[in-house]
């Protein structure tokens, strides 16, 4: 079965500072990956997605992220962070089956410093 | 941009009552899902509705979950008879095809008491 992992349950970065959140994933074939943001009350917004090709993939907000396959992982960074990045981020994997359900990681809390 | 619409944004309801979630997806698109999240938990699937039917469905989603799509644009989440561990927010999420990413509605937060 497949299954996603964040390592980090909560982040403090300061505002400015740059941010990675890490994602590892576990499925037999090469998944489809995604990363959401979840503001405090808010729905999933999604940021970027990686389905093949380039393994450096480019996102809203200015957020972008690494396929990895040797290390089966879907880092998400930002160069230099803003206050209102504060949110939940989920990495997401698919699985391309009946259904196509997306199976989550746990989530990555940021707190953005001043 | 197209959105997914989510209608009420809360529900308080006691246990025992029917609750019906109701959302519109996105006009074109053919998947439908609905996923909770329990406060403090990961977002979990329930269920997939393809075709005017389920085509995939999780544990959570016993005999007490429902869903429908009466009328060609809304897509209903119907829980029979709530249990107080059924507080969640509810998400509903529709995507175009088989390679296009999820988009989410912003949420219902159900609360049992």
């Known amino acids: 079965a497949q299954s996603v992992t964040q390592p980090d349950i909560h982040i403090t970065v300061s505002e400015g500072a740059s941010l990675e959140l890490r994602c590892n994933y576990s499925?037999?074939?090469?998944?489809?990956l995604f990363w959401y943001v979840q503001s405090p009350g808010q729905g999933l917004q999604l940021l970027l997605k990686y389905f093949s090709g380039d393994t450096l993939v480019q996102g809203i907000k200015g957020f972008e992220a690494e396929f990895k396959r040797s290390q089966s992982s879907f880092n998400l960074r930002k160069p230099s962070v803003h206050w209102s990045d504060a949110a939940e981020y989920f990495c997401a994997t698919l699985r391309q089956a009946a259904g196509n359900k997306l199976t989550f990681g746990g989530g990555t809390r940021v707190l953005v410093k001043p | 941009e197209p959105e997914v619409t989510q209608t009420p944004s809360h529900q308080v309801t006691q246990m025992g009552q029917e609750v019906i979630l109701r959302c519109v997806p996105i006009?074109?698109?053919?998947?439908f899902y609905w996923y909770r999240q329990i406060l403090g938990q990961k977002v979990e699937f329930l269920v997939s509705f393809y075709n005017n039917e389920i085509s995939e469905k999780s544990e959570i989603f016993d005999d007490q979950f429902s869903v429908e799509r009466p009328d060609g644009s809304n897509f209903t989440l119907k829980i029979r008879s709530t249990k107080l561990e059924d507080s969640a927010m509810y998400f509903c999420?529709?995507?175009?095809?088989?390679?296009?990413?999820?988009?989410f509605g912003s949420g219902t937060r159900l609360t049992v008491v």
């Open positions: 006009s074109n698109h053919l998947y």
């Open positions: 499925y037999g074939a090469t998944p489809y």
């Open positions: 999420a529709s995507k175009g095809g088989q390679g296009d990413g999820y988009t």
